[in-house]
């Protein structure tokens, strides 16, 4: 039996009730299964651990981290208590950096027994694969001079390797899929950096012969993804293009709570971290009933990449069939505890597993 070590984050507000419920799920199914188990080491990593010693981690906690095999983060921020630039720079990103997850991928699927906003949402299923590591996001740029001359300037860096790396794994990830990739793109506008990513998806494109290709305005493509997002399969993006992106693909599931994420580091090199893209909600956090579907969504997403695609198969049917009886949490509108969605999923496993 394989054993995976995997480090646990669980962060603030509803992370520290979604990761343990989330947890449940994957011991249960490690248990079925019977092919592998985990062993989990819990950090108290977060703006309560900011507020106690200054540092959102521990200066060596990227060196404690590059011993796991995979890390399990929760939720991040405490806005009222502390700045966000903090909070997601001393942790999130920090990780994100440092680890070299260059690659974030976000699903966006129609579920069974939630309705979606869009009036007709025909059963869409797709991937964002977003950049990771730079483009908008990159640390480049400063402030100068003060009052009426003050300037600020924010530059977007674009490295050959970096686009490349995106696209290749947007296009093996079709292969396994619709054979589809489509590019976010905004050549029209910006001069410099979204010219060169359409000239890289069109040489990386040609590698990948069977595979159709699409490029799009990230204005049209935000239209087209509530319009007829079942056209998709794979979408590549920039940083930005790519969580803005992601961020609808959860609205048009019915709730940014349920939708999932993992940063992967394609070397294999250092642990992916595996995150929902929900909120720590400070608001409802100790209450019993945050939403643990995004939480336990991001753990079929970490099976997937551990190559028990079928025990991740078996997460999200259980999902759906919770789901489908109406057993939600009040941001789904219904009326279920957090500890009654996750026991309905426990239940639907074991009899899966029967």
Avoid at 54 to 81: C, H, R, T, W
Avoid at 291 to 309: A, R
Wanted: glycine share 10%; hydrophobic share 40%.
């Amino acid at each position: 039996m394989k054993t995976y070590r995997i480090a646990v984050i669980p962060g603030d507000g509803i992370g520290k009730e979604v990761v343990p419920a989330a947890i449940d799920v994957l011991n249960k199914v490690a248990l079925l299964d019977g092919r592998f188990q985990f062993e989990w080491t819990t950090f108290p990593w977060g703006c309560d651990y900011y507020l106690e010693t200054g540092s959102m981690m521990p200066e060596n906690g990227i060196e404690i981290l590059k011993q796991y095999d995979q890390i399990f983060l929760g939720a991040v921020g405490m806005p009222e208590l502390v700045p966000d630039h903090i909070s997601l720079w001393g942790l999130l990103i920090k990780i994100r950096r440092e680890m070299q997850q260059s690659i974030n991928v976000r699903p966006a699927k129609l579920l069974q027994g939630l309705p979606s906003p869009l009036r007709q949402p025909n059963g869409f299923d797709f991937i964002v694969v977003r950049e990771n590591s730079e483009g908008e996001y990159a640390e480049s740029g400063g402030r100068i001079h003060s009052g009426q001359d003050e300037i600020a300037i924010q530059n977007a860096i674009f490295t050959r390797k970096g686009t490349e790396r995106a696209m290749r794994y947007a296009f093996e990830l079709a292969k396994a899929r619709r054979q589809h990739v489509t590019s976010a793109t905004k050549s029209n506008g910006i001069t410099y950096s979204m010219p060169f990513w359409d000239e890289v998806f069109s040489e990386i494109g040609k590698e990948y012969e069977d595979v159709g290709k699409t490029s799009n305005h990230i204005d049209a493509l935000a239209d087209f993804l509530v319009m007829k997002p079942d056209n998709f399969d794979v979408i590549v993006a920039s940083n930005l293009f790519g969580d803005i992106l992601t961020d609808l693909g959860g609205a048009i599931m019915g709730s940014i709570g349920i939708a999932p994420a993992a940063n992967i580091n394609t070397e294999g090199v250092f642990p992916s971290m595996f995150e929902p893209v929900h909120g720590s909600a400070p608001d409802i956090a100790g209450r019993g009933i945050a939403n643990p579907i995004g939480q336990i969504w991001t753990g079929k997403m970490m099976l997937d990449f551990l190559g028990y695609e079928e025990a991740g198969t078996h997460i999200l049917n259980s999902i759906e069939s919770t789901l489908t009886q109406g057993i939600k949490t009040p941001d789904l509108g219904g009326t279920a505890t957090l500890r009654e969605v996750t026991d309905a999923v426990l239940q639907y496993l074991e009899s899966v597993y029967q």
